[in-house]
């Protein structure tokens, strides 16, 4: 059974893992989409201030298996796996969450998800469910603000009842993990932001060559006055 002090970090990962999913914005999902955000049965959320540059990010969440190599390199935990699976990303982790994600809209700055898998944690009873994902990230100086909402939806209302009960014995240690993890996942993208070699050079070489050809270049310094 997973320990309630993992509970957290997929979900503050999920955005950085899946979000460059084939788009696949049916009618269906998005319906589904508005469901979630209306009637969850759990809500999480939390804004992060992460030291990269917009652009970085932007390029690093169309690039999810690059994003699941690197986390590997760096041993950030959990350990986790990401593959295409349709339209879709398949992700899978040892921390109990495995499930299906699909970007269904994107604008400039904010971008929706959902997903339905499964959860298997203690002392939540195990259950299939969706979720929807809501990102939103905006300029902040030299990094960037993160703004993350996850809805969470069971399959059984019996169930939703009981995830909806148990959660606040749970909810600050979820906070404080996704704050870990967001810590983690910015101290990442900085690299990638100032030292993207330095990050390349922990990958195979096949994967650094990819990594380095999609992030942007860096900006020239300042010109001194």
Known sequence: MLKVRKFGCTLILVHAWV???????????????RLLMNS???TVSGTYDLPARLEVLDRMLSAPYLLAKLWGAYRFSPAYT???????????????????????QQTAN???????????HDPLPAFGGQIALVL????????????????VRTDSRMLGFLTWVLFPLLKD????RMTAN????????????????KAAALLQKQDAAALLKILPPR???PKKK
Do not use: C, F, M
């Not at 904010?110 to 298997?120: C, E, F, I, P, S």
């Not at 240690?173 to 404080?176: I, K, M, S, T, Y």
């Open 40 to 42: 969850p049965d759990v």
């Open 19 to 33: 979000v460059s999913s084939a788009w696949a914005a049916g009618k269906d999902l998005q319906a589904q989409a």
């Open 173 to 176: 240690r979820v906070e404080a």
């Open 110 to 120: 904010r971008r929706v998800y959902v997903g339905t898998g499964a959860l298997n």
């Open 82 to 104: 990401a593959r295409p699976a349709g339209e879709g990303i398949h992700v899978n982790d040892p921390t109990g969450i495995a499930g299906d994600i699909y970007l269904v």
């Open 182 to 197: 967001a810590a983690s996942l910015g101290a990442l993208l900085k690299d990638l932001s100032v030292e993207p070699q």
């Open 136 to 151: 939103t990230v905006l300029p902040k100086g030299q990094a960037v603000s993160a703004h993350v909402a996850i809805y």
């Open 219 to 221: 900006p020239p310094p």
